[in-house]
């Protein structure tokens, strides 16, 4: 009894060295040492799964809970994601494939699905009743902050870093969020700020003179 009751306690310490080292936590029951039944682990970046646990493993019935709001519920057997979908923060259910979310057969925001259109002279231009945020020149609006494609990051709408791009968002938010163009490019196209375009401008107005 001594033995076992030892190697608990071993374990029981050692899970929660490793959670302080790795800035992780849980909430929930235990049994034998181990994470068990429904409870809640908190990663250090802001992701919360909330859902069952067996042995210390994600088995069974649990959710994903994301920074921005999104979340992932999905079933897992031994840790691993067997099946799932993603809701975006405003319960979007996100659709692989052929999606006509935002397109041109539906360019209705999911605000707009849920509500109703707005009346003339207040159309929404991002997903937000209250209006689109200020994002930076040469920036994309994704709803929780804004994405820097120079930096390939998104960074909360203040400013400050929120989180690293993942690979397979870049295509969706440049084919779907809002853009904030650059004036400087915008000036570029126009030739605005070429001196050879200046120059020949000058050259032909000293000719019809």
Not at 70 to 87: D, L, N, Q, T, V
Not at 113 to 118: A, E, M, N, S, T
Not at 158 to 176: H, S
Request: glycine share 12%.
């Amino acid at each position: 009894e001594m033995c076992i009751r030892d190697r608990y306690q071993r374990r029981v310490h050692g899970i929660n060295k490793m959670a302080s080292h790795c800035k992780t936590s849980y909430e929930g029951p235990m049994e034998n040492g181990w994470y068990q039944g429904h409870g809640k682990f908190y990663f250090a970046n802001g992701v919360i799964y909330d859902g069952e646990f067996d042995k210390g493993e994600f088995h069974g019935k649990g959710t994903l809970i994301y920074p921005n709001g999104g979340r992932y519920e999905a079933s897992w057997e031994r840790g691993i994601m067997k099946e799932g979908k993603y809701f975006f923060y405003d319960d979007l259910e996100y659709q692989d494939g052929e999606w006509d979310y935002c397109t041109s057969k539906d360019r209705r925001f999911y605000t707009e699905v849920k509500k109703g259109l707005r009346p003339d002279g207040k159309t929404l231009i991002t997903n937000d009743i209250n209006g689109p945020a200020e994002i930076p020149e040469g920036t994309y609006d994704v709803g929780d902050g804004y994405y820097d494609p120079m930096k390939e990051t998104i960074f909360d709408y203040k400013g400050n870093f929120k989180r690293e791009l993942e690979p397979e968002e870049k295509e969706w938010i440049i084919a779907k969020c809002r853009y904030n163009p650059s004036i400087e490019k915008a000036k570029a196209i126009t030739g605005e700020s070429d001196e050879v375009i200046k120059k020949v401008i000058e050259l032909n107005n000293q000719k019809g003179e």
